[in-house]
């Protein structure tokens, strides 16, 4: 509940300005600490009112500061009081999660009367008169915040950049708030402005003003055009090899926050923290466009990458995202990011995500919802680890539900590279054998309901006989002794996560 690339920040802000011993008296521009932290304080203040009146207490920014000596900024011996200097800060953070909302007089608001409505899209409770009709679908009311930021979705991912003028009149800025004097620049001419912020390229453009400051900024922005300006749910779906879905993925890197605390300098820690949002806001966009094919391979459900992918990047950034797209070149798109992550890190750093399959009418909210838990299910069960799709399992805590990357690796060139001829086909003679990959499924949920039990074992093994299919699936004929004494579940338990993706290829 707290935007933790905010919440780092002030960690490193907070650190340098809240000391008013052993550093310097004054700060930038003569600004005395004792000042900032008064200055940090009623910044912490208004954007808790803001987000608690805006966002109806969803969200909260946990904020706080430590003062630290300059010896703090490194090691003494083998101590590194920079890592102790950052707990103390961090359980000061902990705390201010825990007594979210003390900023404010009247945390629960004054009871308003009259007829309430919620906002269809956040579900807020509002004036039935404050309610708007929403921007993209006549049809449902929204609140002003709801409609405000289906219009910046939609304009973010085709505008150049922005230029910075705090003269900006009202309504002129991108949206209200901090951001209010930020205007949609599309590479027209402009005549004023204290900076202009450029994403993705290093070149100065021509014809700027001299007063103007020039910025790069870097983002992963791709998207996939639509019919009418960025590719909506249906469209993605559309694009989709056989069942016709919308994919999801959310990634995060696993155990950063012990990396950095490894760190003994504010110029160590920025360093790390800026190389890994670089792989998420730069080399995320080239993968996406089908670079690095040394590393990552061919895909797994097609032939070949696509040169337009069906895909958009809602969030990256930091060390996670959050991505759409065509269901199965989202699901190729989660293993070629592994691939790569892997390589720039050299193995030092892992990585785990959640995909989900949905129709396109899906509320965004329930995505976000189901993919969030598949991504911590990953995490819960060991990290460097991915929830492919929903599966069952049976209720013995030995049967995880999530996949390493390797095993899945493993699994999908024993089973699916027999079966999936790629592009929605199944290879000979499974072509004609659909059936019998879903009897298989059956018989898997026979071990689930109770993997003691073994009439699954021999109802697999009369299965493949009786179709002379033993020789593809031999791990699946019989029982595995050896897997019984490590206490580690059946061959059986695991196809669910290979056959159902290859079964969603092959739809009709």
């Known amino acids: 509940d707290v935007p933790s690339n905010a919440v780092k920040l002030f960690h490193g802000l907070g650190s340098v300005l809240g000391n008013d011993k052993e550093m310097s008296p004054c700060v930038e521009?003569?600004?005395?600490?004792?000042?900032?932290?008064?200055?940090?304080?009623?910044?912490?203040?208004?954007?808790?009112?803001?987000?608690?009146?805006?966002?109806?207490?969803?969200?909260?920014?946990?904020?706080?500061?430590?003062?630290?000596?300059?010896?703090?900024?490194?090691?003494?011996?083998?101590?590194?009081?920079?890592?102790?200097?950052?707990?103390?800060?961090?359980?000061?953070?902990?705390?201010?999660?825990?007594?979210?909302?003390e900023e404010l007089a009247e945390p629960f608001g004054v009871p308003r009367t009259g007829r309430m409505e919620e906002c269809s899209v956040c579900g807020k409770e509002l004036p039935e008169d404050e309610l708007e009709t929403f921007e993209f679908d006549n049809s449902i009311k929204v609140c002003h915040t709801c409609n405000e930021l289906a219009r910046l979705g939609g304009m973010l991912p085709k505008v150049k950049g922005f230029i910075l003028d705090r003269t900006a009149w009202k309504g002129e800025g991108v949206t209200r708030g901090p951001f209010r004097y930020f205007i949609p620049y599309s590479g027209e001419s402009f005549s004023k402005g204290e900076v202009l912020l450029l994403k993705n390229t290093l070149k100065t453009p021509s014809g700027m003003p001299k007063e103007t400051e020039f910025v790069p900024y870097l983002v992963a922005d791709y998207f996939k055009h639509g019919k009418e300006g960025i590719a909506t749910f249906e469209e993605l779906a559309s694009a989709s090899t056989g069942v016709k879905r919308i994919g999801v993925v959310k990634g995060d890197?696993?155990?950063?926050?012990?990396?950095?605390?490894?760190?003994?300098?504010?110029?160590?820690?920025?360093?790390?923290?800026?190389?890994?949002?670089?792989?998420?806001?730069?080399?995320?966009?080239?993968?996406?466009?089908?670079?690095?094919?040394?590393?990552?391979?061919?895909?797994?459900?097609?032939?070949?990458?696509?040169?337009?992918?069906?895909?958009?990047?809602?969030?990256?950034?930091?060390?996670?995202?959050?991505?759409?797209?065509?269901?199965?070149?989202?699901?190729?798109?989660?293993?070629?990011?592994?691939?790569?992550?892997?390589?720039?890190?050299?193995?030092?750093?892992?990585?785990?995500?959640?995909?989900?399959?949905?129709?396109?009418?899906?509320?965004?909210?329930?995505?976000?919802?189901?993919?969030?838990?598949?991504?911590?299910l990953a995490k819960d069960e060991g990290r460097d680890r991915v929830t492919v799709i929903e599966r069952t399992r049976p209720d013995d805590g030995r049967h995880p539900v999530s996949y390493s990357w390797k095993q899945y690796w493993e699994l999908w060139e024993k089973y699916a590279t027999k079966i999936y001829a790629g592009n929605g086909k199944l290879r000979k003679p499974f072509d004609s054998k659909k059936s019998l990959l879903m009897r298989l499924l059956q018989l898997r949920e026979l071990y689930v309901r109770n993997s003691n039990d073994v009439r699954w074992a021999y109802l697999t093994a009369y299965l493949l006989g009786r179709h002379d299919l033993s020789e593809f699936f031999p791990e699946l004929v019989g029982i595995d002794v050896g897997a019984v004494e490590r206490g580690e579940p059946q061959p059986v338990y695991w196809i669910d996560g290979v056959l159902k993706i290859v079964l969603m290829a092959v739809r009709r």
């Open 253 to 376: 890197v696993d155990l950063l926050g012990d990396f950095f605390r490894s760190m003994d300098s504010p110029s160590k820690l920025a360093t790390a923290s800026r190389f890994m949002d670089y792989f998420f806001k730069v080399y995320l966009n080239d993968i996406i466009k089908g670079k690095f094919g040394e590393l990552v391979g061919a895909p797994m459900l097609h032939d070949k990458w696509l040169n337009n992918p069906d895909i958009t990047v809602v969030y990256a950034g930091g060390d996670d995202f959050f991505i759409v797209g065509a269901w199965d070149q989202v699901f190729d798109l989660a293993f070629r990011i592994r691939k790569v992550f892997h390589a720039y890190t050299g193995g030092g750093l892992t990585l785990s995500m959640g995909l989900g399959y949905f129709d396109h009418k899906t509320p965004i909210y329930r995505i976000a919802e189901v993919v969030s838990k598949r991504l911590e």
């Open 29 to 101: 521009d003569n600004v005395c600490p004792r000042e900032a932290v008064k200055e940090l304080d009623r910044i912490r203040r208004h954007i808790v009112e803001w987000l608690h009146k805006e966002f109806d207490g969803s969200l909260y920014l946990a904020l706080d500061w430590e003062p630290i000596s300059g010896e703090e900024f490194g090691r003494k011996g083998k101590e590194n009081l920079f890592e102790s200097a950052r707990k103390r800060l961090k359980k000061k953070v902990t705390l201010k999660k825990l007594r979210r909302f």
